[in-house]
Every structure is written in structure tokens, then in C-alpha cells.
């Protein structure tokens, strides 16, 4: 009690009510069962058993890069069965052919001898090789005995057509994205039938890197259009501008 302000208690001094015992003792239940609640998860997480594949399916070995062949021959499978009895492994467009060269058998035919060194060529003087050209040459991929197919590496013939095997031999993780539909484009449907370009669909296959493109300057914010409209109308030697939109429609 504070005499100095008429007996009334000083709450500065006031402390709260002590814990008892019977308080304390009510928290038992509750801690034996938040303890028992813990124990019940530790034996389920110590005891679960680990989530194994099928005996015999693709997730329950593992695969070498020897594999590759036979897994190439499934995915094919399954393609082909996709494409309603098509030939091919994927349904692509016809290879971009300039009409005038193809096919190459026109001029390349049986009787002409192949020369295989390494030169700068006389007829195709158009093509200028930038695609690993320190280390390959023309018959690296075009077939020297017979020009209408390409060959891989092991020397398998393959047409146009399925160009893409030969480009997947290096390009491994393009091809793997070009084969799932995240690189290039695909159309169709995700669940029916599909069709992919081809690599040299986009690609130069002779010069596959693209050429850069020179920058446009930002388009016009509406706020300055009719100020830049009339900048250009200044600078017009006719008093009347007109000048076509995006949209189609004239501007005055």
C-alpha cells in the first residue's frame, strides 16, 4: 500500500499470481501425449519401407550409355505406332529442298568419281561452312556413293527426311529437348498425333548459328504519338501525313 496518494495499491508494485502446484500437474496429460504423438511418427518414419519399382520395368535398372540403341528402338516403336502405321520415327514436314538441287542424284549420278578431298567446291560456291568446319567437310555427313542420303558416323544411310539422327549424334541434349517438344516446334495434339519440324527447318545445317539481328529502336508510347506524328510531318516535305498502323487502319 502507497500512504502518500490515500491507501490505494501501487501497481508498479504488483506482481502476478504465483504457479501452484495443481496448475502444473494439469500439464502432465498433455505432455505425455504431445510425447507419445512423437513416438508414433518416429517408429512410422524409422519403419516405412522404401518405394521400389517393378520388378522388370525401365525404373528398376539403371542404363549405360551402351543402352542407348535398344532405347532408341522402343521410343521409335512408340512413335511409329502413334503415326498410324507411318514410316519414320517422327512426323516431319518435307526437308526444305531448293527445287533446282534436288534431288543430287541429277548431277551426282552412279558414273561420276568421288572426290573425296578436302577443297573449297567450284559448283556449290554458295555454301560456306561454318559448323565445325576445322574438323568436318561435305562427305562427313552427305553420303559420297549416293548423294540423295545422308550416313551417320557409323556409316548407316539415312534419308533427308530423318535428318535428325545425324544431328542428334552431337547435339544429344537438343535433340533430347527437340524430341519432347521444348525445342523447335511442335504441333498437334498432346495426347494423339504430332508433327515436329526438322532441324535444318530452322537451322542453316551448313551455318546453324543465327545470323544477329540489328535492334529496332522501342515503339512510341501512346502519351508522345501525336507529338512524334507531328515531328514527322515537319520533317515531311507534304503537309498531310499518312501513316499505316499496326492494326491496319490509317492514321492522319
Same mark, same amino acid.
Given at each position: 500500500?502507497?500512504?502518500?496518494?490515500?491507501?490505494?495499491?501501487?501497481?508498479?508494485?504488483?506482481?502476478?499470481?504465483?504457479?501452484?502446484?495443481? +496448475?502444473?500437474?494439469?500439464?502432465?496429460?498433455?505432455?505425455?501425449?504431445?510425447?507419445?504423438?512423437?513416438?508414433?511418427?518416429?517408429?512410422?518414419?524409422?519403419?516405412?519401407?522404401?518405394?521400389?519399382?517393378?520388378?522388370?520395368?525401365?525404373?528398376?535398372?539403371?542404363?549405360?550409355?551402351?543402352?542407348?540403341?535398344?532405347?532408341? #528402338?522402343? +521410343?521409335?516403336?512408340?512413335?511409329?505406332?502413334?503415326?498410324?502405321?507411318?514410316?519414320?520415327?517422327?512426323?516431319?514436314?518435307?526437308?526444305?529442298?531448293?527445287?533446282?538441287?534436288?534431288?543430287?542424284?541429277?548431277?551426282?549420278?552412279? !558414273?561420276?568419281?568421288?572426290?573425296? #578431298?578436302?577443297? #573449297?567446291?567450284?559448283?556449290?560456291?554458295?555454301?560456306?561452312?561454318?559448323?565445325?568446319?576445322?574438323?568436318?567437310?561435305?562427305?562427313?555427313?552427305? &553420303?559420297?556413293?549416293?548423294?540423295?542420303?545422308?550416313?551417320?558416323?557409323?556409316? @548407316?544411310?539415312?534419308?533427308? #527426311?530423318?535428318?535428325? !539422327?545425324?544431328?542428334?549424334?552431337?547435339?544429344?541434349? +537438343?535433340?533430347?529437348?527437340?524430341?519432347?517438344?521444348?525445342?523447335?516446334?511442335?504441333?498437334?495434339?498432346?495426347?494423339?498425333?504430332?508433327?515436329?519440324?526438322?532441324?535444318?527447318?530452322?537451322?542453316?545445317?551448313?551455318?546453324?548459328?543465327?545470323?544477329?539481328?540489328?535492334?529496332?529502336?522501342?515503339?512510341?508510347?501512346?502519351?508522345?504519338?501525336?507529338?512524334?506524328?507531328?515531328?514527322?510531318?515537319?520533317?515531311?516535305?507534304?503537309?498531310?501525313? @499518312?501513316?499505316?498502323?499496326? &492494326?491496319?487502319?490509317?492514321?492522319?
Amino acid at each position: 500500500m502507497n500512504d502518500l496518494d490515500g491507501g490505494k495499491p501501487d501497481e508498479r508494485t504488483q506482481t502476478d499470481p504465483e504457479f501452484t502446484m495443481p +496448475q502444473s500437474r494439469a500439464l502432465i496429460p498433455m505432455l505425455v501425449v504431445a510425447a507419445l504423438a512423437v513416438l508414433v511418427i518416429l517408429l512410422n518414419i524409422t519403419g516405412a519401407k522404401p518405394v521400389l519399382a517393378p520388378v522388370g520395368t525401365a525404373a528398376d535398372r539403371a542404363f549405360s550409355p551402351k543402352d542407348f540403341a535398344a532405347v532408341f #528402338e522402343e +521410343q521409335a516403336r512408340i512413335a511409329a505406332s502413334s503415326r498410324e502405321g507411318k514410316d519414320g520415327l517422327f512426323p516431319v514436314p518435307p526437308p526444305p529442298f531448293n527445287e533446282d538441287l534436288y534431288p543430287c542424284s541429277t548431277c551426282h549420278d552412279e !558414273k561420276m568419281e568421288v572426290n573425296r #578431298e578436302r577443297r #573449297e567446291l567450284s559448283f556449290h560456291d554458295d555454301i560456306v561452312l561454318h559448323h565445325d568446319e576445322a574438323n568436318r567437310w561435305c562427305l562427313d555427313c552427305h &553420303d559420297g556413293s549416293n548423294r540423295d542420303r545422308l550416313h551417320l558416323a557409323g556409316g @548407316t544411310l539415312l534419308p533427308f #527426311e530423318e535428318s535428325y !539422327k545425324l544431328c542428334g549424334q552431337c547435339h544429344g541434349t +537438343q535433340f533430347r529437348d527437340w524430341r519432347a517438344g521444348i525445342h523447335g516446334k511442335r504441333t498437334g495434339h498432346w495426347n494423339g498425333d504430332k508433327q515436329y519440324l526438322l532441324c535444318v527447318n530452322c537451322h542453316n545445317p551448313h551455318s546453324p548459328h543465327f545470323a544477329p539481328i540489328k535492334p529496332l529502336p522501342p515503339p512510341v508510347r501512346p502519351q508522345f504519338l501525336r507529338s512524334a506524328h507531328a515531328a514527322v510531318a515537319d520533317a515531311a516535305p507534304s503537309d498531310a501525313i @499518312t501513316k499505316e498502323s499496326s &492494326d491496319g487502319r490509317t492514321m492522319h
